[in-house]
T-cell receptor, first 115, second 112 residues
Framework: DTEVTQTPKHLVMGMTNKKSLKCEQH?????MYWYKQKAKKPPELMFV???????INESVPSRFSPECPNSSLLNLHLHALQPEDSALYLC??????????????FGQGTRLTVV | GIQVEQSPPDLILQEGANSTLRCNFS?????LQWFHQNPWGQLINLFY?????KQNGRLSATTVATERYSLLYISSSQTTDSGVYFC??????????????WGLGTSLAVNP
């Protein structure tokens, strides 16, 4: 069983809607990630939080807004998305210590459809 | 940057058959992971194996870091093994950027 929990599992939203994806982990990990995955492709990194601070933004459009309220929670706020943003959104976590701690554990994903 | 190549891209097996999946990487790595993505999209950790050999039930993996490749062995395959197998590496000397580099995956179908 995964120890990274994502909600919702499925989401359909209009282009003018605002919605949020949620991710929670209780493994004591200090790095959390958002990935986007299109069909038949590997996951593509969007954001990395390390010790609750944003450490990587892979030039993601501002209609995606991440938030890390505490070390266990990660949100992804969505606004004014486009149909091409439809994808599987995956959350992951890992330990974070100098020189290592990069073993990543993934949630079940949120399958997002933008209409 | 580092390149990660997986082979074969597609594989079809009869239930009970054995298979070997390969992951080649072009530079030194801190970490290598094998994942199984099931048909529902969940990425399941199989192995965290920057070097050496590990076994977990019918699956085993070997990474030869000096030769920059890793192998995933599946024995006595079952239909539940179907899905996509990804290899992902954390490049050496990448600092603390925590960015995994992914192969394109091997799509496995196990027929009953």
């Amino acid at each position: 069983d995964t120890e990274v929990t994502q909600t919702p599992k499925h989401l359909v939203m209009g282009m003018t809607n605002k919605k949020s994806l949620k991710c929670e982990q209780h493994m004591g990990h200090r790095a959390m990630y958002w990935y986007k995955q299109k069909a038949k492709k590997p996951p593509e990194l969007m954001f990395v939080y390390s010790y609750e601070k944003l450490s990587i933004n892979e030039s993601v459009p501002s209609r995606f807004s991440p938030e890390c309220p505490n070390s266990s929670l990660l949100n992804l706020h969505l606004h004014a998305l486009q149909p091409e943003d439809s994808a599987l959104y995956l959350c992951a976590s890992s330990q974070d210590f100098p020189g290592g701690g990069t073993e990543a554990f993934f949630g079940q994903g949120t399958r997002l459809t933008v209409v | 940057g580092i390149q990660v190549e997986q082979s074969p891209p597609d594989l079809i097996l009869q239930e009970g058959a054995n298979s070997t999946l390969r992951c080649n990487f072009s530079d030194s790595v801190n970490n290598l992971q094998w994942f199984h993505q099931n048909p529902w999209g969940q990425l399941i950790n199989l192995f965290y194996i920057p070097s050496g050999t590990k076994q977990n039930g019918r699956l085993s993996a070997t990474t030869v870091a000096t030769e920059r490749y890793s192998l995933l062995y599946i024995s006595s395959s079952q239909t539940t093994d179907s899905g996509v197998y990804f290899c992902a590496v954390d490049p050496y000397n990448a600092g603390n950027n925590r960015k995994l580099i992914w192969g394109l995956g091997t799509s496995l179908a196990v027929n009953p």
